[in-house]
Nanobody, 116 residues
Framework: QVQLVESGGGLVQPGGSLALSCAVS???????????MGWYRQAPGKQRELVAA???????NYGDFVKGRFTVSRDNAKKMVYLQLNSLKPEDTAVYYC???????WGQGTQVTVSS
């Protein structure tokens, strides 16, 4: 059974930073390395949107709103995906989800709240 578990969310002031992690279990590191891993977010009353995607070939795509503030990385041996959030704004408030694109697997999400 494949599981994705996000962590690292919380309350942060505008301009602050958070480091999100996604731990994947139930598959080998070799299989994990073949997948495109994505981070998505969903704010109340809004559709879920792509934050970042990291392909097996090393191609990275970010949502247009990121504008250099976020950085995605992955460790295939550890089956981990990370999302560094910098220069956070109130509009970044959302539940952030980890995703395996090829299998449409999702984690339970981690709440990020940006507020003074």
């Amino acid at each position: 059974q494949v599981q994705l578990v996000e962590s690292g969310g919380g309350l942060v002031q505008p301009g602050g930073s958070l480091a999100l992690s996604c731990a994947v279990s139930g598959i080998s590191g070799t299989i994990f390395s073949l997948y495109t891993m994505g981070w998505y977010r969903q704010a109340p009353g809004k559709q879920r949107e792509l934050v970042a995607a990291y392909t097996s070939g090393g191609i990275i795509n970010y949502g247009d709103f990121v504008k250099g503030r976020f950085t995605v990385s992955r460790d295939n041996a550890k089956k981990m995906v990370y999302l560094q959030l910098n220069s956070l704004k109130p509009e970044d408030t959302a539940v952030y989800y980890c995703n395996i694109r090829q299998r449409n697997y999702w984690g339970q999400g981690t709440q990020v709240t940006v507020s003074s």
